[in-house]
């Protein structure tokens, strides 16, 4: 496939390139909407066909009401809630909702007299608009007028969940083009320092650009058939971004190494893509397989992060393969214009075997047993924090405090006896059953009972065989009482179905849910690990390490992850302060991500020891060899791959900080303290060991292996 490929750069590079500009041209046009079609927010987090989500379909087709609190306004004026400024205020307020056909019902405090929708010092009030089930999109368009009527309005802040899902959208659009204006100076400007290079340094980033705007495409038209998530945007950007800038790395520091040895660009091309684009192809095999372990979670959040990452995985494939090697056939010497002699080097060096990284791996090699324990021991301690983690979900605390949804949220968990989003919503189907009421009656006094109950509503009959209890949990927010609360009545004997909604209810399927389904996304990632760099370097020992290393770079990142977002420490430097817990996906999505691209970085660095220990040289020196040549690569790569990721951390909300950080910091943890000093220490420990493979998976290496080699020699054309 190689030869295929490289002949079709060497005669036909030209054609290639106009159809990659012609692709990027269309795929810009057509895929940059997406960026507005997307949304987001809690119900990217729910859970299909569980408890909760039945709980809410039972209440709506009950009451014809949305089952989520509907549209929060806060009222405050500075007089008390029976003032005329304030009634006035509210009057306003739940007229402009009660005009919207988008909203069922209005609840205010002179309606109902309920004292929850009253601040304890009296000087506030909320007027809450419950939303018509089955309105589908007109939800967020109901939040946009209802803002624009409102804005300028200092006595009234809109919270809830739709506001919630509605500022969570606005925030990652806002979001995601400030992260592509920092990014993309520092990478150039990195990648110049890399290069010295003009011409060398703008080539994976126009890589990188051209893999971004075809991922979109493929994420409009997915979205056609299966709305995707606001989120993916965050991971398509960014991974697209930094995985193309990998990727390209990768294929132009190889082409500048071969024509550093013979100048002839043909030969140069072919020898690359038969040496560093096998390696590509095993590494997007490996990012592939990792992202495609999300698809086993039923949430369209992670989902939608699957989608988007095979995309990426594939269309940096595509373009490193197909588009990158006829830009350099073209290019050929030319890649180095712009570029004084005294600034231009090779990132490879093939005939320097003495200093740099060549010297830091003949170093680790002397001292391999202590090196070995020490960087084990290293991310061992770093990861120990992760034994404490807690675990949320997105809600209005994810939001910056600026969002006026997270402020609303922060006042009725201080000032308001009970926040109407909290309460544990308990439905009974009776089946039609004349007699039921005496039965429920007992079923709220049992869960008024349960220690993690406070309030208990009287049950509410919605129609002839469905009843409603609210119960206020003493504890509030998602903590282990109110989660508990959730469970305990759901645990609670009797003849009728009982199931248990609202967001607490809605977080404990969430968890559930992903505890259940992880082992099977891990033995995927982990196989789909095994088996690809079994097929690369014919060994069993050097997958089997390989996983394990990864997993000491999860454990380290997830530990430095609760630090800093859950205790707070250092959590400043990212503008945000100590959250008392992680987001509940983080660790599933990080797991495919960061595992996926150390294998991705450990296939950089086997593919190169392999193809000096097939060319001759010793067990040590093979290895002294890898790291040397790609010391420098995996580096560069490395820092630039953490600057894509990491834009994702100025992010104003939390959890995608979290997702931003913790990545940048797994590349990094993997392209140091391993690659630099785990991987040549332990090979060298082993010794010849390291490529044993029992003879049946010797076999299939020798059947189905796909080797990293020389390319064949170049024909003269005629």
Known sequence: MMGLLARLADRHARAVVLCAVVAAALAAFFGAPVVASL?????????????????????????????????????????????PRTRDEVGRVAALMAGDPAFADVLTYERTRDEALVSRDGLRTIVVGR????????????????????????????????????????????????????????????????????????????????????????????????????????LVTALGLGLAIDYGLLIVSRFRSELAVDPDVSRAVTVTLHTAGRTILFSSL????????????????????????LLVSASALLVALLVLPAALRLLGRRIDFLAPARWRRSLEEPEN????WFAVARGVMRRAPLVAVGASALLVVLGLPFLKVAFTTVGPASLPTSASSRSVDDTLRADFPADPLESVQVVVATAGDPAAGQRIAALRERVAA?????????????????????????????????QGLVRDVRALPGPDEVLV??????????????????????????????????????SLVLPLKAVLMNLLTLTATFGVLVLIFQD??????????????????????????????????????????????????????????????????????ALLFCVALGALATSSIVFIKELGFGTALGVLVDATVVRALLVPSLMRLLGRWNWWAPAPLRWLYERFGLREGAAPPVTEKP
Do not use: C
């Not at 606005?170 to 400030?178: K, N």
């Not at 495609?292 to 992060?305: D, E, H, N, P, W």
């Not at 259940?516 to 789909?528: E, M, N």
């Open 39 to 83: 949304t987001g927010g809690n119900p990217d987090f729910v859970t299909p066909g569980s408890g909760s989500v039945r709980a809410d379909q039972r209440l709506e087709e009950a009451t014809g009401i949305r089952s989520d609190g509907g549209v929060i306004a806060l009222v405050s004026t500075g007089e008390s809630v029976n003032g």
């Open 131 to 234: 939303l018509k089930a089955g309105e589908g999109d007109r939800y967020q368009d109901a939040v946009d007028r209802l803002t624009e009527r409102l804005h300028g309005n200092p006595n009234v802040r809109l919270g809830g969940s739709e506001v919630v899902g509605n500022q969570v959208v606005s925030t990652v659009q806002h979001d995601l083009q400030r992260a592509e204006l920092l990014a993309f100076p520092v990478l150039f400007l990195l990648s110049l320092w890399i290069f010295r290079s003009l011409v060398a340094s703008a080539l994976p980033l126009v890589i990188g650009g051209l893999n971004v705007v075809l991922t979109l495409l493929g994420l409009r038209l997915v979205d056609q058939f299966s709305p995707m998530s606001i989120f993916s945007l965050n």
């Open 286 to 309: 490996t990012v592939s397989a990792a992202m495609a372990s999300l698809f086993v979670f039923r949430q369209r959040f992670l989902y939608s992060m699957a989608v988007g990452g």
């Open 353 to 356: 075997t003495t200093g740099g």
């Open 450 to 482: 349960l220690p993690g109950a406070g309030a208990v509503s009287p049950a509410q009959q919605l129609n002839g065989d469905t009843w409603l209890i609210r119960a206020t949990p003493r504890e509030p927010g998602l903590s282990g009482a109110s």
């Open 501 to 538: 909604g609202g967001q607490t209810a809605v977080f404990v399927d969430l968890k559930d849910s992903l505890v259940d389904r992880l082992p099977a996304a891990a033995l995927i990632v982990l196989l789909t690990s095994v088996l690809v760099l079994l097929l690369m370097t014919g």
């Open 568 to 637: 707070g420490h250092l959590a400043g430097l990212f503008g945000t302060s100590a959250q008392g817990a992680l987001d509940a996906t983080q660790p599933v999505l990080l797991f495919a991500m960061v595992f996926g691209l150390s294998t991705d970085y450990g296939v950089f660095l086997l593919a190169r020891i392999k193809e000096a220990r097939d060319a001759g040289a010793g067990e040590t020196e093979a290895v002294a060899l890898g790291v040397g040549r790609t010391g420098r690569v995996v580096t560069a790569a």
